[in-house]
């Protein structure tokens, strides 16, 4: 149920966004056929007006739906590589849990459905826990006499 929800609302934001983008890119296109019907450059820059060139128009409404393909398609593909929602994380061994039966580490999961690039460090907390470990398993140096 939970994961649905999970889904539901990362498809709600997607549909919020191609829906703006399909918004602009149909300003754009109406843009287009008015600068045909009216020739807006004329219009602001004192020019002499030319005729409707439908040939342009269309040209111009075809790579202006190409654009507005490629854009909503790259939008979809980086939304589902977008980590959102609760995610439950084992308080012991920090894997992530991917559904009722099945858990995986968080570096794979974050790798698998991220952008995100994994590096490894120590908190000054561990830092000092991990030299104490070190320094107690140093062998005593051997004194000569």
Known sequence: MKKMQGRKRKADGLFAVAFWQF???SMLILVIWVNEMVDLSSLWFGGMPEGMNVFRG???TAVAIVVAVVTVGHTYVQQKRIISGLLTVCAECRKIRVDEESWTQLDDYIS???LALISHGLCPR?????QQQIRDMAP???TRS
């Open 23 to 25: 918004m602009a890119f």
């Open 58 to 60: 269309f040209v111009l």
């Open 112 to 114: 698998e459905h991220s």
């Open 126 to 130: 561990c830092f000092e826990i991990v």
């Open 140 to 142: 005593t140096p051997i």
